[in-house]
């Protein structure tokens, strides 16, 4: 395991693994308020895998609440191995790195990407003894398929639309009257109608939204923005007022949809409803394949994602030790648990 700073070289390697997400690229990472150490796992003079890693003294492991996804990203596989030789150099792989995990640090805890599959390497370690194992953790997002739109004159058509097909009979209702109300959607430039609108939205869920988790929303806005992996948009009602926005974040697969909120005004549904149609719309158009809704993992926030018609994906999250089973503490509400 080989330590290497971030910039263009890490990027690379995130750009071109399958679990590679914009979580982990430079431009999210920096933004961040906890010391980054990427590692390249490396066979020879081959990288076979990267890893992030965050450290507050040389034991500390500590994941940031604002990346949903991290973990494990292979390099591509040779071109010449079949699907058993890739499965099987992976688990050598990832069972290494495991054993470098557990050995390098007394404690760590992070999610895995949807498209790591494997977790047999972790689930492995120490198996057969009650003493330091490793959790492996279900979780689920929801990911809606764009390749279907894309058709502008279709956008407000819900009897045409493809789009519009997946969608929920109430959330399809909801958005129909939505279309009807005098909203009008923008691109802005400034992140302060988005964490203010994100900070009402956590205050209403009873959910902490202290000022150093805004300083660090608006510092990820800027970063991502400024390096165009991101835009914020915003919902405007009728009297001028900001009612919806969401930071959507674009890499070189996917869309995310990073942090959203809604005003306690009436009609606050109907403009989340609505805001959430137009970026659909408007990723579709410009050819993004899908959108990840990231986290699908509370009632809060599970059946709003889900209404538009996703595939609901699943993705882990490990801890090491693992909580002994008689533990009865419930886990802490956090931003990756979106």
């Not at 979780?139 to 969608?167: C, H, K, M, W």
Request: charged share 20%.
């Amino acid at each position: 395991m080989v330590p290497v700073e971030l910039g263009a070289d890490w990027d690379a390697l995130v750009h071109k693994s399958s679990e590679g997400t914009i979580f982990s690229l430079t431009a999210m990472v920096e933004a961040l308020s906890v010391p980054a150490r990427p590692f390249l796992c490396r066979r020879g003079d081959q990288t076979v895998a990267g890893l992030l890693t965050f450290s507050l003294g040389a034991l500390d492991f500590v994941w940031s609440d604002f990346l949903v996804y991290g973990g494990i990203m292979f390099s591509p596989p040779d071109r010449k191995q079949n699907r058993a030789q890739i499965s099987s150099d992976r688990l050598i792989i990832s069972q290494f790195i495991v054993g470098w995990l557990t050995n390098k640090f007394d404690s760590f805890s992070f999610p895995g990407t949807p498209e790591f599959d494997d977790w047999r390497a972790f689930l492995w370690h120490n198996h057969g003894s009650n003493n330091n194992r490793i959790d492996v953790e279900l979780r689920y997002t929801s990911v809606i398929d764009l390749v279907a739109g894309g058709s502008p004159e279709f956008t407000d058509n819900l009897s045409q639309n493809p789009l519009a097909l997946q969608l929920a009979k109430s959330r399809r209702q909801v958005i129909r009257y939505g279309l009807a109300e005098d909203f009008s959607v923008r691109l802005s430039e400034s992140s302060l109608p988005l964490v203010r609108l994100v900070g009402e939205t956590f205050e209403r869920q009873g959910l902490d939204f202290s000022s150093e988790y805004a300083q660090i929303l608006e510092g990820v806005c800027y970063s991502l923005t400024s390096a165009g992996l991101a835009n914020i948009w915003i919902l405007t009602d009728s009297l001028g007022r900001d009612v919806a926005a969401a930071l959507i974040g674009i890499d070189q697969k996917r869309a995310y949809y990073l942090f959203g909120g809604g005003s306690g005004i009436d009609r606050s549904e109907t403009a989340g409803s609505v805001l959430m149609w137009r970026i659909i719309n408007a990723l579709a158009q410009q050819g993004i394949t899908e959108l990840d809704l990231e986290g699908i993992n509370s009632p809060a926030r599970g059946y709003f994602k889900t209404s538009f018609g996703g595939r609901i994906v699943p993705y882990h999250r490990v801890r090491y030790p693992a909580i002994p089973e008689n533990h009865d503490s419930a886990n802490p509400v956090s931003g990756s648990e979106r």
